[in-house]
């Protein structure tokens, strides 16, 4: 049997609008992935200019957005389980 449901990476919040923790190994990487990055970034280009890396930590901010945005449930404001 097969099911068009796709698998979610993070849930919806059980109160309130948005996105909980992950609830996938998949989610959880995208984390790590994210803070790697961010630590990196913080490594080599805030020592040769703080501007760059406000830009870069700016973009690199809307990334985990657009992957939650497309991997997770559709958020809806909620109040405890439907």
């Given at each position: 049997m097969q099911t068009d449901k796709k698998k979610i990476w993070f849930p919806a919040k059980k109160y309130g609008w948005g996105w909980s923790f992950p609830c996938a190994w998949q989610g959880?990487?995208?984390?790590?992935?994210?803070?790697v990055?961010?630590?990196?970034?913080g490594l080599f280009l805030a020592?040769?200019?703080i501007g760059m890396f406000v830009v870069y930590a700016m973009v690199l901010g809307g990334a985990p957005?657009?992957?939650?945005?497309t991997t997770g449930e559709k958020p809806?404001?909620?109040?405890?389980?439907?």
């Open positions: 959880w990487m995208v984390y790590a992935i994210w803070w990055l961010l630590l990196g970034g020592p040769h200019s957005i657009l992957v939650v945005a809806r404001w909620r109040w405890g389980r439907d």
